[in-house]
């Protein structure tokens, strides 16, 4: 009977049940059928997106060292910050490492699309090989690649001594001269598979009669690369260099696994910074205050691309 | 087909491929070779034997099948929910015209670029003082929370293709804004959905900082990875084995559906044939 009841339109569940019938949607305005498809998910967005960096702005003011109470501090943390000699190496790292990791990830990736593009069929297999570095996660790779780097018996060592350049052979991530660049090697190894497939996806998606054409025309496969493949797949390398640079701005875990932000902070980015800072020394405040700075430089990067992105409903 | 190609990109091609799969062969290898031999690098060949030892110790030693459990439950749950909200914030960004549209739609893509530390520390306190600590939930909610950003730019940047002539269609044949979400848009946006819920589905399962955060005795397998590693002696070999297993879901998922993150991450290029 329960049942009955509140399938019945005019059971006792009253306007609610009203309103969601179908002739009640037809007539939702816009602005209702909007709020409702995203208030689901402004919940779980205002929970952990929104209440976290209104937390950690409120934190960046106090001054808290460990248990003692916080104290408002105004701007301290940020003046502090700014004479920080190793807050201002980690932006600097920071800034190679996201600028590197994401050229050499979209110049390879996007390389081997254009060559696996002019025979997919051949090549499929290579690509879900290099494709399967992404599927490997941060942590588990870092395992990986300290049996490559170890110093005493590591596979990058070995291949040296045995092609007889001793001489090269030194604790590759122990060096704080060549720590950050091997860390960004295998950060590499794992993302290339990105920029991989939406590039791929973008030559995909050129018109077949294109490359007809050219051919017809008597193009060899390097001018069809040159003038047809390279500039129609730059929609793909867009979305590929703003998703990796994005990714290299947040990436800890493999730093955590192979150097853990040694030798001298010579790989310490801001992320790693901002954990050693709260996690570590608990000075939450000061630790919230370089992340809100890593914030604002990378809002100021991103809000022209996603502005672009982001003009009026149709 | 492109065809035409010349004879030398396919041995390229494979003999990068192969350099590139280097570092999971090393992987396997050292999950099969003894620790003495491990120890003088997983490539070398002066002694060789196989064995199964370090797959029976993990087996016996650690809760594997249950960290597996977890991680598919968390995997799962995480996954699913953006699968179906990402597609109606997104259809309501592209297609509806509301207050604050721009505003949250700039909101909710910048976050991507927010760091997953920077969650930790306020989440860590507001899931302590609601008792969430140890529940998958805590770890679930910024999972799923924290991909919108790009589930929703995904999505969005699939619609900037979608014929409005349907939209209008429906819109002249009485369809309100809902009905055309559900009956137009929804049906014909299965590939970005798809691609959306392999990624989050690869991301979620590989994530490593949340749960070792938030979770204590609820450890998904890469938590439970790390644990293993944590462990002061030198057995390289079991990490390697739990690193597969680890591995190998995700590795699955992707090798199945790779044709519809393919055809996901496809992007506007002017190619309306």
Not at chain 2, 20 to 26: A, S
Not at chain 2, 72 to 90: D, F, N, R, W, Y
Not at chain 2, 114 to 126: A, D, G, M, T, Y
């Amino acid at each position: 009977m329960a049942l009955a009841e509140t399938a019945s339109p005019d059971g006792p569940i009253g306007p609610s049940t009203a309103r969601l019938r179908p002739a009640a949607l037809r007539q939702l305005s816009d602005t209702q059928a909007a709020w409702l498809l995203l208030t689901p998910l402004l919940l779980f967005f205002g929970v952990s997106v929104i209440y976290p960096v209104i937390e950690t702005i409120r934190l960046s003011f106090f001054e808290i060292r460990g248990l003692a109470p916080p104290k408002f501090d105004g701007f301290g943390n940020y003046i502090r910050l700014f004479s920080d000699a190793n807050f201002l190496n980690s932006m600097k790292v920071t800034l190679v490492w996201a600028l590197t990791a994401t050229f050499f990830s979209v110049l390879i990736g996007w390389g081997l699309a254009m060559l696996c593009s002019l025979n997919p069929q051949k090549t499929l297999v290579f690509r879900v090989m290099i494709f399967a570095a992404y599927g490997v996660s941060e942590a588990v790779s870092g395992f990986m690649w300290l049996g490559i780097y170890r110093p005493d018996y590591g596979l990058l060592n070995g291949i040296l001594e045995a092609i007889g350049l001793t001489n090269l052979t030194q604790p590759w991530l122990g060096n704080p001269s060549t720590a950050l660049g091997s860390v960004i090697v295998a950060y590499v190894w794992t993302q290339v598979g990105l920029p991989l497939m939406t590039c791929f996806a973008s030559i995909q998606s050129i018109p077949k009669n294109l490359f007809e054409a050219a051919y017809i025309d008597g193009a060899k496969s390097g001018s069809v690369m040159r003038h047809i493949i390279a500039p129609l797949s730059m929609p793909g390398v867009r979305v590929a260099i703003f998703i990796n640079l994005l990714n290299s701005l947040k990436a800890f875990d493999l730093i955590f696994m192979l150097t853990g932000g040694g030798p001298v902070r010579s790989t310490e980015t801001v992320g790693f910074f901002m954990y050693r800072e709260s996690m570590l020394n608990f000075k939450l405040g000061y630790g919230a205050a370089s992340t809100v700075i890593l914030l604002i430089a990378v809002l100021v990067v991103s809000i022209p691309l996603i502005l672009k992105r982001t003009g009026d409903a149709k | 087909m492109i065809g035409r190609a010349p004879g030398w990109i396919v041995p390229l091609v494979g003999a990068f491929a192969l350099i590139w799969i280097v570092p999971i062969v090393g992987l396997v290898v050292t999950s099969l070779r003894p620790i003495s031999e491990i120890i003088l690098g997983w490539w070398s060949l002066q002694e060789f034997t196989l064995t199964l030892d370090a797959w029976i110790v993990v087996w016996d030693k650690y809760p594997l099948a249950y960290a597996f459990w977890i991680s598919t439950k968390i995997a799962v749950i995480s996954t699913i929910i953006p699968m179906l909200l990402a597609p109606a914030a997104a259809y309501a960004f592209h297609f509806l015209k509301f207050r604050f549209r721009r505003l949250l739609l700039i909101l909710i893509i910048n976050a991507f670029v927010l760091p997953n530390q920077v969650v930790i520390i306020p989440l860590f306190r507001l899931w302590r003082e609601l008792g969430l600590i140890d529940n998958i939930w805590s770890v679930i909610i910024p999972f799923a929370g924290l991909s919108f950003a790009w589930a929703v730019f995904l999505v969005k940047n699939y619609l900037e293709d979608f014929p409005n002539e349907l939209i209008e269609a429906a819109q002249v044949d009485g369809c309100g804004p809902l009905a055309r979400f559900f009956y137009i848009v929804l049906p014909n946006a299965l590939t970005p959905i798809a691609a959306v819920g392999i990624l989050q589905f690869m991301w979620t399962w590989n994530g490593l900082l949340l749960p070792v955060v938030f979770l204590r005795d609820e450890l998904p397998l890469t938590a439970l990875l790390a644990r293993i590693q944590g462990v002061y002696d030198r057995n390289w070999d079991q990490v390697a084995v739990a690193a597969i297993i680890t591995t190998i879901v995700p590795l699955m998922i992707f090798i199945v559906f790779q044709r519809y993150f393919t055809a996901g991450a496809q992007t506007k290029s002017g190619s309306k044939e």
